[in-house]
């Protein structure tokens, strides 16, 4: 059965990470009811990552008032892909066209007037420029601010033991061990610290989660997650570390204002003395 309007508006709002976290559970519960929206989301998400390989312009995200658009959004990128091929078969064109018309035009009679004898002519073709497209210097800017600052946090002393077989893969580099990691069914509570307790489980989970997926460029789920564990009474250290993260995946993303108003929040807050010197310096480099 085909989705509705309401529904595909929902998946694109989710992609964008347009959604809080009310409104993302009562979505992640509505996608498990309906095979159909999770076959359009996993659609969606798949002509987006082939958008960004190819670095052609993202028309994905645009809304459309019929639904579904599944094939509507493909012809779209058909047209746009024919029309780039034109245009760039016409700047060839012109180009020729004008050399060819320069090379044809009669050239000033000045041998003959200083008596240089002019019967032998010898063909000389102008050099023709070539023009490459100016790269996003902004975009390499991120990216190499996100590679200086990036480190991959180490796991903590003690952690929970739900949580053991994904956080030993996650140090040793396999990571889909943790982002594969289903949060839904969780052990009580058990021992006397509370350091088993669901509340630490999911708050350690989410936040290495985020870790997990930007250490493989995903920055929606990175976002997603760490969004999570900072917005669910994470404690102070664990705070801080989130909002450093998040900042680092919105400067990955391109998205300097976002990341940072995040480099304030972590300045005004206090709680990491390390990190706090880390948000200062990204600052003023994202103000430059």
């Not at 529904?7 to 993302?24: G, H, N, W």
């Not at 041998?111 to 032998?120: E, L, S, W």
């Not at 990571?175 to 839904?184: C, P």
Request: proline share 4%; hydrophobic share 40%; with cysteine.
């Amino acid at each position: 059965m085909a989705i509705t309007t309401e529904q595909y508006e929902k998946i694109t709002r989710f992609l964008d990470a347009d959604m809080d976290l009310a409104e993302m559970e009562a979505f992640e519960k509505e996608l498990a009811a309906n095979p159909e929206m999770r076959r359009q989301l996993d659609f969606e998400q798949s002509v987006r990552n082939e958008f960004a390989s190819q670095e052609l312009p993202d028309v994905i995200g645009m809304k459309t008032e019929e639904a579904p658009v599944a094939r509507q959004m493909t012809r779209k990128t058909t047209r746009l892909q024919k029309w780039l091929v034109i245009g760039a078969a016409a700047a060839v064109l012109a180009a020729v066209l004008v050399i060819t018309k320069q090379n044809s035009s009669p050239k000033p009679a000045v041998a003959d007037k200083i008596g240089v004898d002019t019967t032998r002519k010898e063909d000389v073709t102008p050099p023709v420029a070539v023009i490459r497209p100016a790269e996003d210097s902004s975009r390499l800017n991120f990216e190499a601010l996100f590679k200086q600052y990036f480190k991959k946090d180490s796991l903590p002393d003690e952690y929970p033991l739900f949580l053991a077989e994904a956080f030993t893969d996650y140090a040793s580099g396999k990571y889909s061990t943790l982002q594969q990691l289903s949060l839904k069914e969780l052990p009580e509570v058990r021992g006397i610290d509370g350091n088993d307790s669901k509340e630490k489980i999911l708050q350690l989970a989410h936040y290495y989660k985020g870790l997990a997926f930007l250490q493989t460029n995903d920055t929606r789920q990175a976002a997603i997650n760490l969004e999570w564990a900072l917005n669910n009474h994470a404690d102070k250290t664990l705070r801080a570390k989130a909002q450093w993260y998040l900042a680092l995946t919105y400067l990955k993303e391109g998205k300097k204002e976002k990341a940072a108003v995040m480099c304030r929040n972590i300045i005004s807050n206090k709680e990491n003395t390390l990190v706090i010197k880390n948000a200062e310096k990204l600052l003023d480099k994202i103000k430059e």
